[in-house]
């Protein structure tokens, strides 16, 4: 091990508890729950991260009332059937030795009543600025009910046999709201001055100390910075509360995290963000006590993590996505091997969970990420018989079928059309703010020369390439293909390119105005309006969508993007329909009045619309007879089955290569 990592793993007191390393896995959502407990699938998920070294596991948040419901699979840990599935998760992890920790929470006027069928529980009618909802403001005897809530679920915690418990005081808890002056506008002795507005926090943590005792570790999360700093907690706030309670010695150890009601696009940043975006705020707490500080802020990177320990910033790192992405961090760090490492890319695709389509909890480039259990994440079986595997398509999907089947012993050989690999991730990371995406390419493609796979660069694979091979499976995995935006009459007055034309490095006209025409709503197109706009050109954007960037809300990136385009000069034209560009003007109609409106003078129209599957080499493989018996296998990976996201390209390179 690098000598640079080794703080990472000293371990680390809390209380009268020893963490193995200072790597820490942070609560967070999964959707995993079976009737509001945890469920085996969780153990499996948790032990993966334990058996990979990290040194604290925080479980998902347990609500500690029946006034908070705020999720379909919410853990109800004020339910005493809890005690048995914490058993399960604290005797599977026990072997690793990580300190396992019960997050507990409420989450106020931040919750929902679609499933209670009750009034949210706040300090003060605020309501919530997602949501809409205006809670009902708390008297004093449901004050009572909640702080014997958390007392009765740590109580359940410990019963479970885990260690400790962490009080949830972040960004989206009820602990948070009685905090700060933006949600706790109370005239009793719980609001005004932050003496009555630490009342609440003070009565919850001494009755969890109370009913725990003093051999098991109490901790708590707390936001260093609301973002709100009209009314909301600042930093220098944030640091006076952490030394007020601290100095009460009934608190082991802070999580510092950041963001509140107005920001929850900090809380777990995007790929907009650089990583380690919220240490200073840790920095500034750890100044102001003396127990442990654990920082936070996309720390995905094992020497930026390394660096927070030696500087001193912090205590101990949360890399909560990181080990999402790679549960075996630590162990590979440890063992000298950091560059094996597969990093988080901050893409917030499929480990945000809060969204209407309620998912499960995975990851766009690890995709056995919460499905630990699974056969089909079992070790991988080496090959009864290595065969000759030709795989076609240097994209996320073509590596990954690679490197799996290269894995499993067999002799693969990989084609791509271009010098380079990456595929259509290439393009992607060279948009504005997501050069971080072109990190799991090279991840794969280091990992595929490692395994021996031959690459073949700059070859197009034709039909007759593989019947002159005449592998022992063929794995297609050769992407989509452009389409013309529907439903418009283009003339020859402006130039209409796609994004990848323009990103690629076609030759553009000189700068002047640019319409981007987006049917997607997601990075695409909002990414190439920057790209347009760091250029020189003037950028309108026109969609059919309520607003540009409609997809970027379940990333958590529209606040973050509408600040950098407004502040940019782009042009926003949602719910307009274009009809025909002809004589260099846009025509469009409005979607609900039908009114017709123009853009004129225009130099440049970038249509960004769905992909359809390059489908050809892999039908005429099929139609030849590739696939059936007595002839090579056939499989198809990725874009050129249905274009979609990183995730189902990697997931389907995986499964190909291990069906091989």
Known sequence: MAELF????????????????????????????????????????????ARGGAGVIILEGSVVHPSDWPYEYAIFGYDERIVPTYRMIADALRPYGPVVLAQLTHSGMQGTSHYSQAALWAPSPVPDVNSREVPKEMEPEDIAAVIDGFATAARYAIEGGLDGVEINAGPESLVRQFLSPLTNQR????????????????????????????????????????HAPWAGIKPGDAAEIARILSSEQQIDYLSVTSGSIYTP???????????GYALHLAAEIKEAVRIPVFAQGSIVDPRQAAMVLVEGRADAVKMTRALIADPDLPRKVREGRAEDVRQCILCNQDCVVQSVQNPRLSCSINPAAGHEAHAEFATLPPAVRPKRVMVIGGGPAGMEAARVAALRGHRVTLYEQNEILGGALLLASAEPGRKRLELIGQWLEAQIRKLGVTIKLGVTATFETVRAEMPDAVIVAVGGVPVLYP??????????????????????????????????GDHDGMAVAEWLVQKGWKVEIVTRDMFCGQRLTATQELTAWNQRAWSKGVVFHPQREAVRVTNRTLIMVDRFSREEERIEQVDLIVDVTYDRPDETLYFTLKEAGFGSEGMPALYRAGDCVAPRRIGQAILEGYRAGRAV
């Not at 005239?187 to 051999?215: C, K, T």
């Not at 696009?265 to 990583?275: E, K, V």
């Not at 130039?495 to 981007?516: F, H, M, S, Y």
């Open 265 to 275: 696009h900090l809380i777990r940043a995007g790929l907009y963000m650089p990583p």
């Open 187 to 226: 005239q009793d002795e719980y609001g005004g001055p932050l003496e009555n507005r630490l009342r609440f926090a003070r009565e919850v943590i001494a009755a969890v100390r109370r009913a725990v005792g003093d051999e098991v570790v109490v901790g708590l999360r707390l936001s260093g910075d609301e």
């Open 6 to 49: 080794a703080p990472l793993f000293q371990p680390l007191r809390l209380g009268r508890k020893t963490a193995p390393s200072r790597i820490v896995f942070a609560a967070h959502q999964t959707n995993f729950a079976r009737h509001n407990c945890f469920d085996s699938r969780h153990a499996a998920y948790y032990t993966a991260r």
């Open 487 to 520: 439903g418009v009459d283009f003339d020859n007055s402006v130039p209409v390119l796609n994004e990848r034309d323009v990103l690629g490095g076609a030759p553009l006209p000189p700068t002047g105005k640019a319409v981007v025409l987006d049917e997607i």
